[in-house]
Nanobody, 125 residues
Framework: QLHVVESGGGLVQPGGSMRLSCVGS????????MAWFRQAPGKEREGVSC???????HYVDSVKGRFTISRDNAKNTVYLQMNSLKVADTAVYYC???????????????????WGQGPQVPVSS
């Protein structure tokens, strides 16, 4: 079976930083585009960042310059480094495998073959 498992998360103050990790199992991450999504309370799911197999990256406007997606294929892991966090970044964050980075962010997830439950990231003072 194909799985992704996220780690990281937890309470962070505004202006702070956090790194989320997403480990794939049952498949070799090298060949897949991967993406991070988030869902805030009472809101729709939002595509945050996407990285293709050649390490081309895409970001939703609200996180550009603050978030960085990266991958370590040797560890079968994708990361999301989040800096200068804002209260508006509060959400459950989860990753997905085999996404379409060329689509608009809301539709990156359409071809996904695996996605996780996601850690909560509350940003609050």
């Amino acid at each position: 079976q194909l799985h992704v498992v996220e780690s990281g998360g937890g309470l962070v103050q505004p202006g702070g930083s956090m790194r989320l990790s997403c480990v794939g199992s049952g498949f070799t991450l090298d060949y897949y585009a991967m993406a991070w999504f988030r869902q805030a309370p009472g809101k729709e799911r939002e595509g945050v960042s996407c990285i293709n197999s050649r390490e081309g990256t895409h970001y939703v406007d609200s996180v550009k310059g603050r978030f960085t997606i990266s991958r370590d294929n040797a560890k079968n892991t994708v990361y999301l480094q989040m800096n200068s966090l804002k209260v508006a970044d509060t959400a459950v964050y989860y990753c997905a495998a085999h996404v379409d980075c060329l689509a608009t962010p809301d539709y990156w997830i359409t071809p996904a073959i695996a996605w996780g439950q996601g850690p909560q990231v509350p940003v609050s003072s």
